[in-house]
């Protein structure tokens, strides 16, 4: 990796906003452009953006990077990975140079640890299939749940929760309440302003070892040292759901399950809506819909008013994969669905990989994933969300972060980073990484 140096090139003080790794300069006292960033950074793959004022379209000009006008703002993006350029932009006259630098990605290793089942483990069990979230309240706290274990043999289901401290790298298993899900392969949304959320979908274990969906959610309250379940109100009429996407719609005030898998039905593409005033309902959706799927890996664009999804597994036995990436526009009633790719060189099909939705750089991270139940897909993978400039881009990952399938990642505000860990592929791990964005 390398740091890569370009120009930007900007005009009138009220381009000096940006939100990614912004240093601002000192205003001028006469100069109309003396509000202008000193400098810009953009994290690989990322963004920068600059506040439009009173410039036209007209008046910029990208050369070898790509800038994407917006109503209010310039998303500035590399037009290739780490490949420097130029934003020609008139100002008062003259031309003001912005140095940006390309800052690459780069892995440190968080913990690693022996798990066990018994007390005083020093951690939680390897698994798949399980949930793992930050606490906004206490953003140094992160939640790990339930999934898939490997003992006594793989895929046996578990209930835990534990909690890891990111300031002192240490593990605790919490004390629960209620009847927590055994019901691996769910997914888990905020509940807005609490510390709580909902758990939704999932699969049980028959005694022959098949599995069975049935609708389920919980609602899950919890605190530093212990957490209590308890059934949400009029849950009973969802699309069951296994590996799909379940998200909170913050415009709307509502959560949403999207795709999955119905043992019944097979791999489904549904959508519904939940409101505990209101229960469950189906969604009607315009547009050609995906092929139904199942281990995919998604995204709530709050910016965009959207879900974009990718890849997954086409079958109930996740033989065929997919490679194709889509987004449902909630902004329009009814939602609709867009093929954004059919596929890319960029981004190899695969189903149960990580996944991290970056709201400053405005892209999805997908890391690792199986597309034949054996291997993983090597590399990192970046989509910018840019609308209308959506771009898969392939990152390499240091040889000592073992690539993987079946690993969970979350958003880390406070740091500005993801964190990724657990999974499987030539070891099972008990491990956690942060990916500083």
Sequence with gaps: MRFTRFLVLCALAACGGADEHLTQAAPGAEDPCGALPATLTLSEGGRAVLARGALVDSAVVGEGVAVVPEESRFVVREAAPQVGGAVRVQCAGRQVAIPVTVQPLTWSKLAQWKGGAKEGAEGPLGREYFSMWLDEARPNQLFVFGGFVYEPKQFTPASDLWRFDLGTSTFRKLIMSGEPPLSPGGRVAPIPGEDALFYFGGATVKPNGALATAPLLKRLSYGADSAAWSDAADASRSTPSYTGAFVYD????????????????????????????????????????????????????????????????????????????????????????????????????????????????????????????????????????????????????????????????????????????????TAIYTDLWALAL
């Excluded at 889509?326 to 099909?349: G, Q």
């Design 250 to 425: 913050s415009k709307r005030q509502r959560w949403l399950s999207i795709c999955g898998m119905d043992t019944d039905r097979g791999v489904h593409c549904q959508v519904d809506a939940y409101t505990p005033k209101s229960g469950w309902a189906a969604v009607a959706t315009a547009g050609k819909a995906p092929r139904g799927r199942s281990g995919f890996h998604y995204a709530y664009d709050q910016e965009a008013d959207r879900v974009v999804l990718f890849g997954g597994a086409l079958s109930a036995t996740g033989g065929s994969v997919a490679g194709d990436t889509w987004s449902l526009n909630l902004a329009e009633s009814p939602p609709r669905w867009t093929l954004l790719f059919e596929s890319d060189p960029a981004a190899a099909p695969r189903r149960n990989g990580a996944w991290v939705y970056d709201p400053v750089g405005h892209r999805l991270l997908v890391w690792g994933g199986t597309a034949n139940g054996r291997t993983a897909i090597p590399g990192l993978q970046s989509l910018s969300l840019t609308a209308n400039q959506e771009r898969w881009t392939s990152h390499e990952v240091p040889r000592d972060v073992p690539p993987r399938a079946s690993g969970m990642g979350v958003y880390d505000a406070a740091q500005r980073r993801a964190v990724l860990g657990f999974g499987n592929e």
